[in-house]
């Protein structure tokens, strides 16, 4: 079986740092991960990058050749990319093979994912050629600080996890700059409160908007369909908790069999 993850989330919200620690972490453990660049505006990346879309067109390119700004420069350039999504990445995909994991670091802009089409083509082509395909979501922790950012990160997570169709992973990243906050998320997985954050959002908004707050509270605290893996880059045992609910929402690893380590019994009689 093949093994990809689309990386998402909001701009600077930890995706490139996420797939890079992922890839230090999987070399120290002696697996195999290949990192993908689907953004055609990224500029420098601290991990080896094993599939460039920028090969095919780069958002300086969009810009240069038809006098577009950044944002529609870059809605033209994945335009571009599913119209030549089927050839481009079957050639990019054909040298991989069983066993083989592949995390996409995706662009940041949210509308890439709410008004195009073109990561459901992509999905489609992945699971067309064998591929497992996942999703790991991306948030800065420090939203978790402000109420309506913190709200606004999970409903967009909520809105990925529709749009896609994808297990699903969502991953609180930066804890590691919380400070001695961080221990809060210490105890695993972090489920949004929505009590909670209505009452802040109510505490700092006016009183007309509280049935609104109420309503989208409601949609965080009645369907509980959101929460969050912390992720300490500095804590070996969160990358590696952090890893693990990845790889379990594809089933990696599932099929391979179990290998036990061929040693004497020190007991045992000899002959």
């Known amino acids: 079986m093949k093994f990809a993850q689309l990386v998402i989330g909001p701009a600077g919200s930890g995706k490139s740092t996420f ?14 991960l290949h990192l993908a660049n689907l953004d055609p505006a990224a500029e420098v990346f601290n991990y080896p990058v094993s599939i460039d879309v920028r090969e095919l067109i780069s958002l300086d390119e969009a810009m ?4 577009l700004g950044p944002n529609g420069g870059l809605l033209y350039c994945m335009e571009y990319l599913e119209e030549n999504l ?26 890439l ?12 082509e992945l699971r067309a050629d064998g591929w497992h395909v996942g999703c790991v979501y991306c948030l800065d922790a420090q939203f978790t600080e402000d109420a309506s950012k913190y709200i606004a990160g999970c409903l967009t997570a909520l809105s990925s996890m529709v749009q896609l169709e994808l297990p699903h992973v969502n991953v609180l990243t930066k804890i590691d700059l919380l ?27 006016s009183h007309k908007f509280q049935k609104l707050n109420a309503a989208v509270a409601s949609l965080l605290e009645d369907y509980s369909m959101v929460a969050f893996v912390p992720l300490d880059i ?3 045992d969160s990358i590696e ?31």
Do not use: N
Not at 113 to 124: G, P
Not at 241 to 269: F, H, N, R, T, W
């Open 19 to 32: 797939c890079e620690t992922m890839k230090q972490f999987c070399d120290s453990s002696g697996r195999s």
């Open 64 to 67: 240069d050749e038809l006098d």
């Open 86 to 111: 089927q050839e481009w990445l079957h050639e990019q995909l054909s040298a991989y093979g069983d066993d083989d994991y592949i995390f996409f670091d995706c662009p940041g802009q949210i509308e």
């Open 113 to 124: 994912y709410s008004h195009l089409s073109v990561f459901q083509s992509i999905i489609r």
């Open 179 to 205: 400070g001695a906050q961080a221990t809060m998320y210490e105890d695993g997985l972090v489920i949004p409160d929505g009590r909670s954050l209505l009452d802040s959002l109510d505490a700092t908004s």
């Open 234 to 236: 500095t804590d070996e």
């Open 241 to 271: 908790m952090c890893m693990l609910q990845v790889d379990m929402s594809v089933q990696y690893g599932e099929d391979q069999d179990v290998k036990i380590a061929d040693e004497e019994d020190p007991e045992a009689p000899e002959d």
